[in-house]
């Protein structure tokens, strides 16, 4: 029995050890035009099969018989839309905003043949993307066979979506990254939209039967900087989408191409979108939140007015599919509100774990009594998920026996109470021992 104990034991933990670490669950709906088109895009679904994802591929034919919420819950943890065509319109948006308020993470792709359905989709969220027939040409930097195969260089942002490295060698054209389809703008109404990867300074975007020789209107074009191709949302539930004006930059065919002898980038590239819009990476984790009186290793939900206190806190971020020591470079910062905040200032590095980091700040509780809320909200536009950790504690006012003997503030009073002793003193010692002496010639006359 022991030994049958010590091998069922042995046996959950070697499954456990080769469990990948991701924090996300890994279900993800990829939805085609038709399912015909699943080919086309095999280097891709392969390569999220092999990070452990286990992908679900359908066209939009079929998609009336997948749910992406059932039963209040979501059964999916991920979705491309990569269809772009009229048969998207069997897509309901109302159902995708809805997954993505429950923390669904979406990726929606379009080309110049963007159905109603997927614009109707990107407005909700603040993107914008051209109208119809519209398409994004470069005649400076482009593929010879087509001025509509664009060679962007121009990534935005010190994010952790596109790693430095890959951002350097595309902006070189060491490994050139390869663009068609429609562009977007940002409306600016959900500022938690940032722009991932822009049109270069000649790039523009107009009709595609005009093969760009014919100019935009100067009032409705998108040209240079503000024609964005790639655009990401860190939603304040942590959900995460990317909209792209390119569902070739996913296809084989580009991740295939080579421009003078240089393979595309594309495959990087969208692999770096899909692990950062699928979570796995830029994600930070709250281990472990402790406050504690200075000197003292035990937490308390209560704490007296001013009152040395230690706030604590142990982050981790994951990549690479294990978690590491989270380095914030930008400051987080600690609150104690009761209305209005009371503290805000930022914690200091103290020390790291192999799997975390630890951020502390030594403070005094406010001179004032009542319940006060701790609170961590540290929130960036970088790309990592966003952190808030709230927690009640109350303060309260000195005890009877716990006022010092004497106050610094009754100092005054100190004096004048001892003044008047001191004077009644003396004036008990003039009235009880000082004897008047009568003259002669009184007590003559009393002889």
């Given at each position: ?7 069922t034991l ?5 499954i456990?050890h080769a469990?990948?670490a ?5 279900k993800?709906?990829v939805?085609?035009?038709t399912?015909?088109e699943?080919?086309?895009?095999s280097l ?8 452990g994802f286990?992908v679900?591929?359908t066209g ?14 979501k ?7 990569f269809a772009?065509?009229k048969?998207?319109?069997?897509i309901?948006p109302a159902?995708?905003?809805d ?6 993470n979406?990726v ?5 043949n963007?159905?109603?359905s ?7 969220l603040s993107?914008?993307f051209d109208?119809?027939?519209?398409a994004?040409f ?5 593929l ?11 990534i ?16 070189s054209?060491s ?6 389809g429609?562009?977007?703008r ?17 790039s523009?975007s107009?009709l595609?039967s005009?093969?760009?020789n014919?100019?935009p209107p ?5 040209v240079g900087?503000?024609?964005v191709l790639?655009?990401?949302l860190?939603?304040?539930n ?9 569902v ?5 065919e ?7 002898s240089k ?9 770096e979108l899909?692990k ?19 000197g ?10 001013k009152?040395?206190l230690?706030?604590?806190?142990e982050?981790?971020?994951?990549h690479d ?11 987080i ?5 009761m ?20 951020y502390?700040?030594p ?6 009594y009542?319940?006060?809320?701790f609170?961590?909200?540290h ?11 709230k ?19 009754a ?12 004077g009644f ?14 003259g002669e ?7």
């Amino acid at each position: 029995m022991r030994s049958l104990l010590s091998l069922t034991l042995a046996l959950v933990a070697a499954i456990v050890h080769a469990a990948p670490a991701n924090p996300a669950s890994n279900k993800v709906l990829v939805v085609l035009n038709t399912e015909s088109e699943a080919p086309l895009f095999s280097l891709y679904v392969d390569s999220m099969r092999e990070r452990g994802f286990e992908v679900t591929v359908t066209g939009t034919d079929s998609i009336g018989k997948l749910q992406l919420v059932a039963f209040e819950e979501k059964a999916f943890d991920h979705l491309a839309l990569f269809a772009d065509s009229k048969s998207a319109q069997a897509i309901a948006p109302a159902k995708v905003i809805d997954f993505i308020n429950r923390g669904g993470n979406v990726v929606v792709a379009a080309s110049s043949n963007v159905g109603e359905s997927v614009r109707d989709i990107a407005i909700e969220l603040s993107a914008d993307f051209d109208e119809k027939g519209n398409a994004v040409f470069d005649h400076f930097q482009s593929l010879p066979n087509g001025k509509t195969r664009v060679l962007s260089k121009k990534i935005l942002g010190d994010t952790v979506i596109i790693p430095n490295s890959l951002k350097k060698t595309i902006a070189s054209g060491s490994t050139p990254l390869v663009f068609k389809g429609v562009g977007h703008r940002l409306t600016g109404k959900n500022p938690l939209v940032m722009p991932v990867l822009v049109g270069n300074p000649t790039s523009f975007s107009y009709l595609e039967s005009t093969r760009g020789n014919t100019a935009p209107p100067a009032a409705s074009a998108l040209v240079g900087s503000s024609l964005v191709l790639v655009s990401a949302l860190q939603a304040r539930n942590n959900a995460r989408v990317i909209f792209s004006g390119s569902v070739d930059l996913f296809k084989n065919e580009f991740f295939e191409l080579t421009v003078d002898s240089k393979k595309t980038a594309n495959k990087a590239f969208t692999d770096e979108l899909s692990k950062w819009v699928f979570q796995e990476k830029g994600v930070l984790e709250v281990r472990k939140v402790f406050h504690h009186r200075a000197g003292e290793d035990k937490q308390h939900g209560s704490y007296r007015i001013k009152e040395d206190l230690v706030y604590e806190i142990e982050l981790s971020e994951f990549h690479d599919n294990k978690w590491h020591p989270y380095k914030s470079s930008t400051p987080i910062q600690f609150s104690a509100t009761m209305l209005d905040p009371y503290i805000r200032q930022n914690l200091t590095f103290l020390k790291s774990t192999p799997s975390s980091s630890i951020y502390t700040l030594p403070f005094m509780t406010p001179d004032v009594y009542g319940v006060f809320t701790f609170a961590v909200e540290h929130k960036r536009r970088e790309g990592y998920s966003w952190i808030a950790v709230k927690e009640d504690v109350s303060i309260h006012p000195f005890r009877h026996d716990e006022y010092p003997r004497f106050l610094s503030a009754a100092f005054p009073y100190y004096a004048n109470v001892v003044s008047m002793m001191g004077g009644f003193v003396v004036l008990s010692a003039v009235v009880l021992y000082h004897r008047e002496t009568l003259g002669e010639d009184k007590k003559v006359k009393k002889e």
